[in-house]
Structures are given as structure tokens and as C-alpha cells.
T-cell receptor, first 115, second 112 residues
Framework: GAGVSQSPRYKVAKRGQDVALRCDPI?????LFWYQQALGQGPEFLTY????????KSGLPSDRFFAERPEGSVSTLKIQRTQQEDSAVYLC?????????????FGEGSRLTVL | TQLLEQSPQFLSIQEGENLTVYCNSS?????LQWYRQEPGEGPVLLVT?????EVKKLKRLTFQFGDARKDSSLHITAAQPGDTGLYLC????????????FGTGTRLKVLA
């Protein structure tokens, strides 16, 4: 498809398990963002990539969270030793521009539930 | 920490009524965007405002950016059930940055 694709759509993990969430941005989009969204709340910034470079990871909640985009296209958000407070929807967005007026195109999100 | 506070948090109105959603901050934003999000979907951009005092209209939706670029409002005229969703403002602090900060969200329900 032409949009941002995220997988899996739903993930249930037992506390302590590692999870990996994948984002396939729109082809040619330079910028890629990861956000965390709690139920009924606005998305919270996690990290930003410009091509393969991770320019900002200030929003990652702890060192259990790790993101990569090795070839400047597909990105993976990895959460190690998941905790219940990690339960949320993880949204990926991409943008053609690196300017502050660029439109963010979001995927449908990956809903993570940690038991 | 959310820099952008939205009000009201929840709004339930009858079809045909008018409403205004507010997005406020103590920070100055280079630009501000409004998104709408439906359940199970990602947010979708409605509008981008850049200039202080700017007003943009999109059919029944009117968006305004405050003169000081610290706040914004979204006004919907004659709301319809299709307007139901989570409305989010998002701003960027500084002209040379990419970090979009989202507001706390306003959940709107329009009853037929």
C-alpha cells in the first residue's frame, strides 16, 4: 500500500518478554517518528530519525527502549523486559519534509498489552 | 510532559450544534497543526497554521493561530456525526527543529 504500515497490529506479551514493533514508512520519506499513545491521550514523542540517523531519542522512557532504522527506510522499535506500564499504542509516522510544517503520515499503530 | 493543554477534554453534543476546542501553551510555537484521530487509526492532518493571527477555513471547520503563537482554536459549525473523533493539536518549538509535541486531546462525540 501507499501508506505507513505497522506490524503487528496487536501484541500481547508477558511481563519480562522482549517485543519488536516494525514500521514501514512511505517510500522516499526522510523523517520517521515513533510516538507512544495511552488510551484517550495525545501521542507522546519517543524518537526521531532523519534517514538512518537517530537525531533525537529524548522521549524514550528508559534504556529498555531501543529504536533503529539501519537503511533509512524500515524502522524497528524494540522493548526489552516489558513492564505493565509499557502497555500502550505505539504509533509510527513519516514525513517527506524535515521542516516544521511537514505533514506527518501515521500508521494505524501497534497496540501492546503487557500482562 | 505535555506542553500543549487542550480543552475541553470531552465534548458530547447534538448534531447541528457549534463547538470550539482550545489548545494552549506557555511556549511559542513555530507552527501548529490540528489532527483528527478515529478509533484504531492513526491521526490524520486537518490543517497547518504558521503565522500568528492566521485563520484557515476547511468547510465547516475554522482554525485560528493566536497572535503570540502560543495558542490555537478549532471551531466547528453545525457539527455532524462524521465529526466524531479525537482532535489533537501538535506544535513545533523552534524553527529548526522537527519535534512535534502533541496536545492532551479533545474527544468529540456528535449525536444524531
Amino acid at each position: 500500500g501507499a501508506g505507513v504500515s505497522q506490524s503487528p497490529r496487536y501484541k500481547v506479551a508477558k511481563r519480562g518478554q522482549d517485543v519488536a514493533l516494525r514500521c514501514d514508512p512511505i517510500s522516499g520519506h526522510v523523517s520517521l517518528f515513533w510516538y507512544q499513545q495511552a488510551l484517550g491521550q495525545g501521542p507522546e514523542f519517543l524518537t526521531y530519525f532523519q534517514n538512518e540517523a537517530q537525531l533525537d531519542k529524548s522521549g524514550l522512557p528508559s534504556d529498555r527502549f531501543f529504536a533503529e532504522r539501519p537503511e533509512g527506510s524500515v524502522s524497528t522499535l524494540k522493548i526489552q523486559r516489558t513492564q505493565q506500564e509499557d502497555s500502550a499504542v505505539y504509533l509510527c509516522a513519516s514525513s517527506f519534509l524535515i521542516l516544521h510544517t511537514g505533514e506527518l503520515f501515521f500508521g494505524e499503530g501497534s497496540r501492546l498489552t503487557v500482562l | 510532559t505535555q506542553l500543549l493543554e487542550q480543552s475541553p477534554q470531552f465534548l458530547s453534543i447534538q448534531e447541528g450544534e457549534n463547538l470550539t476546542v482550545y489548545c494552549n501553551s506557555s511556549s511559542v510555537f513555530s507552527s501548529l497543526q490540528w489532527y483528527r484521530q478515529e478509533p484504531g487509526e492513526g491521526p490524520v492532518l486537518l490543517v497547518t497554521v504558521v503565522t500568528g493571527g492566521e485563520v484557515k477555513k476547511l468547510k465547516r471547520l475554522t482554525f485560528q493561530f493566536g497572535d503570540a503563537r502560543k495558542d490555537s482554536s478549532l471551531h466547528i459549525t453545525a457539527a455532524q456525526p462524521g465529526d466524531t473523533g479525537l482532535y489533537l493539536c501538535a506544535g513545533v518549538v523552534g524553527a529548526r527543529t522537527y519535534k512535534y509535541i502533541f496536545g492532551t486531546g479533545t474527544r468529540l462525540k456528535v449525536l444524531a
